[in-house]
């Protein structure tokens, strides 16, 4: 079953209307950027609980916590003087109660040096209750970070949370304690660990110049990378504008299976219905670089509580999708950057033997990226699919994209070397 096309103009429409609309929280605009202004340093993208979307996957979402401390390790994209922390509560039932925090510059695993330690404070308290459906942003903390340094972030919650607001696919370790370590440095009381990332959406410096948001599915989230190298294409982004002397910060708004037109359960919310949080509502953003919809041409395939719903799409219902984000982004001063769709045959979940349907599906493909590469309509275009491409068959991934550890991959997550060349291929100059 395909959506109507009138019903999906009309939720185009809305769409549009909602994000040009003004936000409920103020949005710094990317003129403001400067030394007194505050810039996204790093970023996650919040879901709602869930197993998780991977075969085999586990996390801590729907238990949530009671009496634990969560240490979480991320690496800043931009330096500045101070940082500030913020926390969501997107996704909870009932108020958030978090006891306290504490930040620090990373050390070993779990552990902190301990000279770098400082308290966290919301409005110069200790701690802060956070309402269902809401962020709660942290005062400045004197804390000196250079771009790619890696800060420790430590919660402790005493009282039950119910079930967490997350970020499914971390790519890295977050570590949990029984009791609170806020102010422990050392890593030994940190004897279980997890793969996903839990209330903490944004590290923001003070004094930055800016930032861009990458935006988009399991390709930007850094599904199939090295896990705790930092080797996303964001963050492989954020290492050339480092090595370049430009002072800008890069926010990764990847989901794990995310789509342009329609929610999941495990997978997050569409992408329109995100992309005021996750990238208008983000301080001193000055461009966005928008890769989505393989999700929604391939998941008419799959037959699962993460799948639903998987109706057939056309490709003049992704272009309208896309669109809806060109013009909020144009809305408020954010310049926007089309990735096209990277190929995928070979995948053994996503490519089926019934080569009609096969043909169906490349035919939607190429009709979005074409309309991207030449529609106009984007303020510039990262082409990915041409850069991962196997040059002989321009419909699957380069082999040597596609390895990992000897062993052949997916044939849809590129492996760090491809991520690496997804970033290489960004002019930087189109940033700004």
């Known amino acids: 079953m395909r959506i109507p096309l009138n019903r999906a103009a009309a939720i185009a429409a809305a769409t549009v209307a909602a994000l040009i609309a003004p936000p409920g929280l103020p949005v710094q605009a990317a003129a403001t950027a400067g030394p007194g202004a505050w810039t996204g340093a790093w970023a996650a993208a919040m879901q709602q609980p869930s197993p998780g979307g991977m075969p085999g996957s586990t996390n801590w979402s729907e238990a949530g916590f009671t009496d634990h401390t969560l240490r ?251 669109r809806a984000l060109i013009r909020a982004a144009r809305a408020h001063g954010i310049k926007v950057i089309g990735g096209t769709i990277m190929p995928f045959k070979g995948n053994p979940w996503l490519y089926p033997q019934d080569n009609a349907q096969t043909l169906a599906m490349e035919k939607t493909r190429d009709a979005v990226n074409h309309w991207i590469r030449t529609g106009g309509e984007y303020d510039a275009v990262v082409d990915f699919e041409r850069v991962l491409a196997d040059p002989h068959d321009p419909d699957r991934l380069r082999p040597e994209y596609n390895t990992r550890d000897g062993q052949e991959g997916d044939w849809l997550h590129p492996n760090d070397a491809g991520l690496d060349a997804m970033a290489r291929a960004i002019d930087l100059g189109t940033l700004r």
């Open 72 to 322: 979480q390790v991320v690496r800043v994209s931009t330096g500045g003087a101070k940082l500030r922390i913020r926390l969501s509560n997107r996704y909870g039932a009932t108020p958030l109660q978090v006891t306290g925090v504490t930040v620090g510059r990373a050390g070993a695993g779990a552990s902190v040096h301990p000279a770098t330690l400082r308290p966290v404070t919301f409005r110069h308290w200790p701690g802060t209750v956070i309402p269902a459906g809401q962020e709660a942003v942290s005062d400045a903390v004197r804390l000196p970070v250079a771009a790619l340094d890696k800060v420790s972030v430590t919660l402790y919650v005493k009282a039950p949370t119910g079930p967490a607001t997350f970020h499914d696919i971390a790519s890295a370790t977050t570590y949990r304690a029984r009791g609170d370590h806020r102010l422990d440095p050392r890593a030994t009381a940190f004897t279980e660990t997890s793969s996903s990332w839990y209330y903490l959406t944004g590290v923001d410096v003070l004094g930055g110049t800016g930032s861009v948001v990458t935006f988009g599915d399991s390709v930007t989230d850094g599904t199939g990378s090295t896990e705790g190298a930092d080797n996303r294409y964001p963050d492989q982004l954020a290492e050339r504008l480092a090595a370049s002397g430009r002072r800008l910060g890069v926010l990764n708004a990847g989901i794990s299976g995310n789509r342009l037109l329609n929610d999941s359960a495990c997978f997050g919310e569409n992408a329109s219905a995100r992309f005021r949080r996750d990238v208008l509502d983000r301080p001193g953003v000055q461009s966005v670089i928008v890769m989505e919809g393989i999700n929604d041409i391939t998941y008419p395939l799959m037959d699962t509580p993460c799948s639903k719903p998987n109706t057939a799409v056309t490709a003049e219902q992704l272009i309208e999708g896309h």
